[in-house]
């Protein structure tokens, strides 16, 4: 277990339609980061926040967008859903903005139908 | 961030040493080398990462050579357990206030059979 804690684990929705993705990071931990893992792209960077500020973005869409909120937390909300959108979606977490040690959570499994 | 190569796939024998290679070759000298594994489809794992010295911890060993152009991740005594998809990655900074995405290539899957 790394501590880090995203929910739901498996979703079902339709296209076209909205989600949010949540992830609890390990406690003391300030940075968090989402990652989307396809099979055909393999683990792609989307974005990081530090302390409640967007830190770092990489591959993703403008459908996308995150947030972390006071108490670190962060959710990954996913718009105008796409059935090439079906991926496993990763949070991990690290004391810093540093990526000694990242922990990564369990995933969410999107699937659109 | 410097870019890697992995082979695609190893073997190994349960109980035997696992040498998993990684070539760097344009790797700059404030570039760290860090490996993670992902054992299907869960959540990555940080095993262990270094600068030039070779690091061990309880999980594996990383030797860097000389030039710093390639590494070598020593899973002593493989299990079973230690199927994954192993992924060598260059980064510069190891911590502190560097931002910014990991970038995971397509990583070496490894297997350990019986």
């Known amino acids: 277990d790394s501590g880090v804690t995203q929910t739901p684990k498996h979703l079902i929705t339709a296209t076209g339609q909205r989600v949010t993705l949540r992830c609890s990071p390990r406690s003391g931990d300030l940075s968090v980061y989402w990652y989307q893992q396809s099979l055909d792209q393999g683990l792609q960077f989307l974005i990081q926040y530090y302390n409640g500020e967007e830190r770092a973005k990489g591959n993703i869409l403008e459908r996308f967008s995150a947030q972390q909120f006071p108490d670190l937390h962060s959710e990954l909300n996913l718009s105008s859903l796409e059935l090439g959108d079906s991926a496993l979606y990763f949070c991990a977490s690290s004391v810093e903005g540093g990526w000694t040690e990242a922990f990564f959570g369990q995933g969410t499994r999107l699937t659109v139908v | 961030d410097a870019k890697t190569t992995q082979p695609p796939s190893m073997d190994c024998a349960e109980g035997r040493a696992a040498n998993l290679p990684c070539n760097h070759s344009?790797?700059?000298?404030?570039?760290?080398v860090y490996w993670y594994r992902q054992i299907h489809s869960q959540g990555p794992q940080y095993i262990i990462h270094?600068?030039?010295n070779n690091e061990t911890n309880e999980m594996a060993s990383l030797i860097i050579t000389e030039d710093r152009k390639s590494s070598t991740l020593i899973l002593p005594h493989a299990t079973l357990r230690d199927t994954a998809v192993y992924y060598c990655?260059?980064?510069?900074?190891?911590?502190?206030?560097?931002?910014?995405?990991?970038?995971f290539g397509q990583g070496t899957i490894l297997t350990v059979h019986p």
């Open positions: 344009t790797i700059s000298g404030n570039e760290y």
């Open positions: 270094g600068l030039k």
């Open positions: 990655i260059v980064r510069v900074n190891a911590g502190g206030t560097s931002y910014g995405k990991l970038t």
